[in-house]
């Protein structure tokens, strides 16, 4: 599904630790940024909806997954439905829940935010 912006990306994540400081504003400033396009679930202008059939419109879902959050797994389950590449992420010293197996293969570590871009690049 690719468009004049590359990929769709969205970005999940819990709500439980500064996402705008330590998650959309290094993504913002970041050529992934430009090359993609990247959906931030708490911009107000990236996701005008919030319904199952959303997901089914994006190429990619990066969950961050360092932080339990029952929201996030409800989207990671609508993006298994719906066929969608799925890619968790989680920082080296977070240990994420083992049930993100049953809906994701591509689970990885990352030490730094430069580390997670590269990763996200990896498979865009």
Not at 100 to 110: A, H, M, N, P
């Given at each position: 599904?690719l468009?004049?912006?590359?990929?769709r990306?969205?970005?999940?994540?819990?709500?439980?630790?500064?996402?705008?400081?330590?998650?959309?504003e290094?993504l913002?400033?970041?050529?992934?940024f430009?090359?993609?396009?990247?959906?931030?679930?708490?911009?107000?202008e990236?996701?005008s909806?919030?319904?199952k059939?959303?997901?089914?419109?994006?190429?990619?879902?990066?969950?961050?997954?360092?932080?339990p959050?029952?929201?996030?797994?409800?989207?990671?389950?609508?993006?298994?439905?719906?066929?969608?590449?799925?890619?968790?992420?989680?920082?080296?010293?977070?240990?994420?829940?083992?049930?993100?197996?049953?809906?994701?293969?591509?689970?990885?570590?990352?030490?730094?935010?430069?580390?997670?871009?590269?990763?996200?690049?990896?498979?865009?």
């Amino acid at each position: 599904m690719l468009n004049f912006y590359g990929m769709r990306i969205y970005i999940g994540h819990s709500t439980g630790f500064d996402y705008q400081k330590e998650l959309y504003e290094p993504l913002k400033a970041s050529e992934l940024f430009k090359q993609h396009q990247i959906l931030l679930p708490h911009e107000g202008e990236s996701i005008s909806q919030n319904s199952k059939d959303f997901y089914a419109t994006i190429d990619l879902f990066v969950a961050e997954v360092s932080y339990p959050s029952t929201g996030l797994g409800i989207e990671l389950a609508w993006a298994a439905d719906a066929q969608r590449k799925i890619l968790c992420v989680h920082r080296a010293n977070k240990q994420p829940s083992m049930a993100l197996k049953t809906v994701c293969s591509d689970i990885r570590s990352y030490n730094d935010i430069e580390e997670l871009i590269k990763i996200i690049q990896s498979v865009t």
